[in-house]
Each structure stands twice: as structure tokens, then as C-alpha cells.
């Protein structure tokens, strides 16, 4: 019960916000050009309350908690006097209806920002020492060590971008003040005064991430699952090759097909070498070694000039792909059932489990990411050239600049009420297909490494 109080709250609340963000973006461009804003509402009709009157607009609340709106003057009737949404130059009624999108599309830059800020996972691997500063020579620390904890707090780096990235301390904290590596086959145990201290001594040597592989999974009658791999095993190395960002697992797997192999892994601290024979022609599905891997992530923050400048790339990344969904459909390269768009109810259980995740691990990455997400896509969404969207008004103003001709008001209301209902049709769709499809998740917790 407690899960589906917090699932439809959340996702009031999220909701809420992006498409209030949204509608105000339409306010303030309207206002900006002219056009009276009769009522602004937080919430949807039937109006809860009248909140207050601010130049000549109505500012209310409603009782459907979803959002809010902008009533225009005018907007879709063919009321032409001034003031009017209709009687505003052509320039200043796209300018209203870009606002909206673009007000989501800043939001998701924002929310972007605000979850690498907070922690977010990145790929992570141990570091070996190539060449030591001063600071890790006052510790100890050789060339060739692999640095691997402090009082029980593993020591990880990120596998690329370590200047905008400061990966935040995970693990328990034991008080012993021992710094754990791995030199020449064995381990060593040094002092340090503070976690900060081997931190400095890290980031001021040159290192190479190494440990940064983790078998996930294993498949059954697999040659991992005969040699006994388990799930949680960090592989170090293959024939002594050690396993990096520029020769991953799979690479040094592949060209040795067909022979026997020696992977070097740690498994709860303890190093072992396992013999094994990756197979030249494994069942559909599976690798040449039957395993699942993954990088091992942890969560890293970022200071606010670069996080800004993250969120710009991922928004821009993810309107990228979804303009490129329908090219990457026909070439094969997404299934139709990775490309499903979710309704109300899909997008629900998703802001629901995001919630979860962030209650339960305490980081604000799991909603925070949803939600720039779900912006950047109500900003797309609208954008469509579609009767009752945005894009659809503005694929009307456009036909008009063409034409140098307007359509009347009054048929333009027409269409968009009959796009605006098939709309609502499509929407039933997809919700019927969401409430009898297995419901849409997210393994946050592994995505996170906790």
C-alpha cells in the first residue's frame, strides 16, 4: 500500500512540475508580447480557490494537482482584438508557443546538473600506480601498486574525465587507518593519517584504472559456470594482459577462442587465477565464456560549471536519439519493444521506482535523472507537429508565413480540438497497453553500485 501511496504521489509531484515549468514559460513569453493571460492555475479545473489578481491576471487553484495553464485571451476562439492570442503578430505567437518547450528543455539541463551534483554513477576501476608524486612516496606507495582501500573504504577512480569527477567515499568505515595494495602478487598493508591523505596521493601520481570489470551473471552449462566464475568477480586480467579501457575483457577474449586461458580475479579480497576455454561458437545470447560483465560504477559528483555543462550535453544527447528513434527502428538497431512509449500509468511506475531508489539509497540521482529526462521529453513531445501540440500550432503559423495568408481561427480551433481528441484516444491506448504489461523498470541500485 505504502509503495502505491508514494507512486502516485510522486508522480503528482513530478509531473506537477514539469508541466507548471512549462506552462510558465507560455506565460511569461504572452505577457512579454502583449497577450493578456486572463487566468494563470496552478492545477486543473474545477478551480479550488482564487488566489489572488496580479495585473490583470487571475492566479487560481485548482483541484486536479497536475501542472498548470495559462488561459490566454482569446486563444482558441476567433476573438481578434487586442490583447488577443489570435491577434498577435505571427512572430510574437511563435515566441509563446516555443516558451513552453523551451522552458522544459532548460529545466532538463537543470535537473541533469543537479544529479551529477548530487552523485551519479560513473565507471570506476582501482588505480595502479604507473608513476608516484611525492605524497604517495611519503606513504609508501611504489610504482606498480595497485591501490585498493582505506580503513574498508574502496578506492576508485573514474575511467575518464577524473578532473570534473570526484568519486564519493563508499564503505564501511573501520578506524585502523591502513591503506591496502596490491604489489608484485601480494598484499601490503601501509599507514595513512586520513582518508584525504591517500586521496591526494592517488590524484597527484599518474595511475591506469584497473578492476574495473565485474562478472554479472553466469550461464548455465557455460564454460565460466563449469570452472566456477561467480557473479561479483572483478577480473583483473587475461594471460597476465591486464584488462583496461583501451583492452577490455571481451577484446582479449576474442582473440583467444578456442584456448585454454588464465583469468586473474579478486573475489572478496581474495586473488586467484581460474583456467578456462572460451568457446569459438557459443549458443545465441551468450559470450564466448558464458558471463554477463559490467563496469563496476560508483557514485562520483561534479561541481557546478561542468555539471551545467553536462546537463547541456545529455539533453542534447537524448533529443539526438529520440529524433534519430524512428531511422534506428528500421535499421534494426532498436527493437520495437525497447522503443514503446509509455502513458500515464508506464510513466508512473517508473517515477515511482526512481522514488524508491532515492529513498532507499539515500541519493537524489534516481529521481533527479527521471525527471530531467521525462522534461526533455515533454519539450520533444510538444515540439511533434501535431493538431492540439505545440508543433502543431506552429506548423499552422508556418503554413501561414507560406501562404502569407492566415487560416481562419475559427477551423484552426476545429482541427485542434479533433487532434486534441484523438489524443486523448491514443493516450487510452497506450494506458490499456501499460496496465496489462508487465510494469517498467529500473535496477537503480545496480546502476548505482550499491
Known sequence: MFDLILTIFSFIVVLGVLVFFHELGHYLVARRNGIVVEEFGLGFPPRAVKLFRYDGTDFTLNWLPFGGFPRMKGEDAGDMTPGSFNAASRGARAATL????????LLAVVLFAASV???????????????????????????????????????????????ALHVMSQGPTENTKQLQVWRNGAPVRLSANSLNEVWNAVRSSQYTPVLMTQITGVAADSPAQRVGLQPGDLVYAVDGVEVTF????????????????????????????????????????QGALGVQISTVNRMANMELLPALWDGVVNTASYAMLVLQLPVLLIEGRISPEDAQVSGPVGIAQMVGGAMSATIDTGFWFPILRLSAVLSAALAITNLLPLPALDGGRLLFILVEAIRGKRISPEREGLIHMIGFALLLGLMLLITVRDLSSTPQTIDWARLMGQ
Do not use: C
Open 117 to 163: 551534483m548530487s552523485g551519479a554513477p560513473v565507471p570506476t576501476g582501482a588505480p595502479r600506480l604507473d608513476a608516484v608524486s611525492p605524497a604517495a612516496a611519503a606513504l609508501g606507495l611504489q610504482p606498480g601498486d595497485i591501490v585498493l582501500d582505506y580503513d574498508g573504504v574502496a578506492i576508485r577512480v573514474p575511467l575518464f574525465d577524473e578532473g
Open 246 to 285: 583501451e583492452k577490455p575483457l571481451n577484446q582479449l577474449v576474442s582473440e583467444r577462442l578456442g584456448q585454454e586461458i588464465v583469468l586473474t580475479i579478486v573475489r572478496n579480497g581474495e586473488w586467484m587465477n581460474i583456467a578456462v576455454t572460451p568457446r569459438v561458437e557459443p549458443p545465441p545470447g
Open 98 to 105: 516555443l516558451a513552453g518547450p523551451a522552458m522544459n528543455f
